[in-house]
C-alpha cells in the first residue's frame, strides 16, 4: 500500500510541482552552474543509491554529513532553499524509482560508519529510508547516531498508513528540519 501511494504522489508532485522544479533548477543553474548534487546515499538492506538533490554548496564543499559542514559553504539561494526543504524536491525522483519512500529513515552517507552501525544494530536498514520521517519532524540529525536510529526503529514499528500521512502532513506545514549546517565563528572586525 505504501509503495502505491510512494509511486502515485511521486508522479503527482512532478507534475503539480514541475513550474517550481524547473524555476529552482535555473536559479540554482544561474548560482553555481551545477544545479543537481547527485550523492551516494546507503538505502535498504545497506544498497547503496543514488540520491539527487538540488545543490545548495560551493562546489568545493567536501562529501561529508550536512552538520559537518561549515555554513561559510552554502550559497545564499542554498539557504533559502534549505529553509524551505526547496533543496529536497530533487528525492521525488528516487520515491518514483523506488530508492527511497516518502517517509521513512532519512539515507546515511556510507561514510557515516556510525549511524550505519547504530541503525543496522535495530535493524532499521531493513526499511526503505525516506525524504522525511519523525526524527526530522522531532529535530533530530545524524549528529546523534544512537537517538536517531532508536527514533527511526520506533517511527517503522509504529508505521500505518495514518502516521504515513501524518509524517507527510507536519512536514509539509514545515514540522521537518533536515541536518543544519556549522555555524561560522564571526571573526571580530577590530
Known amino acids: 500500500m505504501i509503495r502505491l501511494t510512494d509511486f502515485l504522489f511521486s508522479i503527482l508532485l512532478l507534475l503539480i510541482l514541475s513550474p517550481i522544479l524547473i524555476l529552482v533548477f535555473i536559479l540554482c543553474y544561474f548560482d553555481l552552474k551545477s544545479p543537481i548534487f547527485i550523492q551516494q546515499r546507503?538505502?535498504?538492506?545497506?544498497?547503496?543509491?543514488?540520491?539527487?538533490k538540488f545543490r545548495t554548496m560551493n562546489l568545493e564543499t567536501p562529501n561529508i554529513p550536512s552538520h559537518k559542514?561549515?555554513?561559510?559553504?552554502?550559497?545564499?539561494?542554498g539557504a533559502l532553499l534549505r529553509r524551505s526543504k526547496l533543496d529536497e524536491l530533487p528525492q521525488l525522483i528516487n520515491v518514483f524509482k523506488g530508492d527511497m519512500s516518502l517517509v521513512g529513515p532519512r539515507?546515511?552517507?556510507?561514510?557515516?560508519?556510525?549511524?550505519?552501525?547504530?541503525r543496522k544494530k535495530l535493524g532499521v536498514l531493513n526499511f526503505k529510508p525516506g525524504i522525511t520521517g519523525l526524527s526530522q519532524i522531532n529535530g533530530l540529525d545524524m549528529s546523534k547516531p544512537k537517538l536517531l536510529a532508536e527514533n527511526d526503529y520506533m517511527m517503522m514499528q509504529k508505521m500505518s498508513f495514518?502516521?504515513?500521512?501524518?509524517?507527510?502532513?507536519?512536514t509539509l506545514i514545515g514540522k521537518g528540519k533536515g541536518d543544519r549546517v556549522k555555524k561560522s565563528k564571526k571573526l571580530d572586525s577590530d
Not at 559542514?69 to 539561494?77: G, N, S
Not at 495514518?162 to 507536519?170: A, M, R
Open 162 to 170: 495514518l502516521l504515513y500521512l501524518k509524517v507527510i502532513f507536519l
Open 107 to 118: 539515507p546515511s552517507l556510507p561514510n557515516q560508519k556510525e549511524v550505519i552501525e547504530e
Open 69 to 77: 559542514v561549515d555554513e561559510i559553504q552554502v550559497t545564499k539561494i
Open 42 to 52: 546507503v538505502g535498504i538492506n545497506l544498497k547503496i543509491f543514488s540520491l539527487y
